[in-house]
């Protein structure tokens, strides 16, 4: 798994007032739209929409925001064009980050990407500089405290649903599969009522970078900080073990 934990980042965001400060409403509509564009503005028929949509509630995200969202993607709505830009490049100690934006100004965004970079010790690279470490992964995350099942007959079921590996690590239990199979593996748990935190695709990278240095570790730090409080940068995913 890569270094950058969004488990983590969603357990941190505990209230609405915090969740609105850190810009991530602004990151929730935009993926809505961005998914509503791409798939059709049905969640029942647009998995990737759900998965937005229930992202947007678990962070409490108002219906009305959720429902612009939504129309702004498929049209029914005026706004600004968001496009999905995917940049890359090597943070301090050499560590790999693929991050995901959201813009509607490439022309913007890209300098405060490499500045982002550069103030910490990094440098961004070209297209594919980074990419080529990273496997797209079905991510089903959850608590293992209130499980309905035993630990063995979760992982068995995940198992027999076409999981790849599940992982148990300070009281979170992560479920790994093909991109593919993650809306079938998320129904199959639901239906033996294991509910279900977190479940979406992500980057996961083959090869990992141990940090022990703690003046590397404080600038990648500053860097991480710097990603997730830009409203554009949607997701990142780095190589740190």
């Known amino acids: 798994?890569?270094?950058?934990?969004?488990?983590?980042?969603i357990k941190?965001?505990?209230?609405?007032?915090?969740?609105?400060?850190?810009?991530?409403?602004?990151?929730?509509s935009n993926n809505i739209t961005i998914a509503a564009r791409l798939g059709g503005g049905s969640p029942e028929t647009n998995f990737r929409l759900r998965l937005a949509i229930d992202k947007a509630k678990a962070a409490s995200m108002p219906k009305d925001n959720i429902e612009r969202a939504v129309k702004r993607g498929t049209g029914e709505l005026d706004g600004v064009l968001i496009e999905?830009?995917?940049?890359?490049?090597?943070?301090?100690?050499?560590?790999?980050?693929?991050?995901?934006?959201?813009?509607?100004?490439?022309?913007?965004?890209?300098?405060?990407?490499?500045?982002?970079f550069s103030k910490h010790s990094g440098n961004m690279g070209a297209p594919g500089s980074v990419a080529w470490m990273f496997s797209a992964k079905g991510v089903i995350r959850l608590e293992t405290a209130g499980l309905k099942l035993s630990m063995e007959d979760v992982e068995?079921?995940?198992?027999?649903?076409?999981?790849?590996?599940?992982?148990?690590?300070?009281?979170?239990?992560?479920?790994?599969?093909?991109?593919?199979?993650?809306?079938?593996?998320?129904?199959?748990?639901?239906?033996?009522?294991?509910?279900?935190?977190?479940?979406?695709?992500?980057?996961?990278a083959s090869t990992l970078t141990k940090i022990e240095d703690s003046a590397v570790r404080e600038k990648l730090d500053a860097l991480y900080a710097e990603l997730d409080a830009n409203d554009e940068v949607n997701e990142y995913y780095t190589n740190e073990e």
């Not at 992982?167 to 992560?174: M, S, V």
């Open 156 to 204: 068995l079921a995940a198992i027999d649903a076409g999981a790849e590996d599940v992982k148990e690590n300070a009281g979170d239990l992560t479920i790994i599969c093909a991109p593919d199979n993650l809306e079938f593996l998320k129904k199959s748990l639901e239906q033996k009522s294991v509910a279900i935190e977190y479940a979406e695709t992500e980057k996961i």
């Open 12 to 28: 941190r965001q505990k209230g609405v007032a915090d969740i609105k400060r850190s810009g991530v409403f602004t990151k929730l």
């Open 1 to 9: 798994m890569s270094g950058h934990s969004k488990w983590s980042q």
């Open 84 to 116: 999905e830009i995917t940049y890359e490049g090597y943070g301090p100690g050499g560590v790999a980050v693929l991050i995901e934006a959201f813009t509607d100004n490439k022309n913007r965004t890209a300098p405060q990407i490499r500045n982002f």
